[in-house]
């Protein structure tokens, strides 16, 4: 009997897949942050004279309302992966480091 808690190779792949889609996700998000100076989730915003403002640090910064939307759901989207990601890093097998 097999022992090694390791993964097989195709589940080794699959484990890699959902790392990079974590860490795509996080450089998305964080290029997003910079582009735009905040992020309009969670904090929502106002709709003013045809824009969106959005609160950050005592400043409001003014969204068009496609470009507000976006922002929503692209937090609401990193919000889900990353505890996708962290939830499959938890449960997934993985070799004992100080065995």
Do not use: C, E
């Amino acid at each position: 009997m097999n022992s090694d808690p390791s993964p097989a190779p195709k589940s080794k792949w699959l484990v890699n897949a959902i790392v990079m889609l974590g860490v795509a996700n996080f450089i998305a998000f964080m290029t997003h942050m910079l582009i735009d100076g905040t992020s309009a989730f969670p904090s929502g915003g106002r709709f003013v004279d045809g824009q969106f403002l959005v609160s950050s640090h005592g400043k409001d910064v003014a969204f068009t309302v496609g470009r507000y939307w976006f922002s929503y759901i692209h937090g609401i989207v990193f919000v889900i992966v990353h505890l996708a990601v962290m939830l499959f890093g938890m449960l997934s097998p993985r070799k004992k480091a100080f065995a």
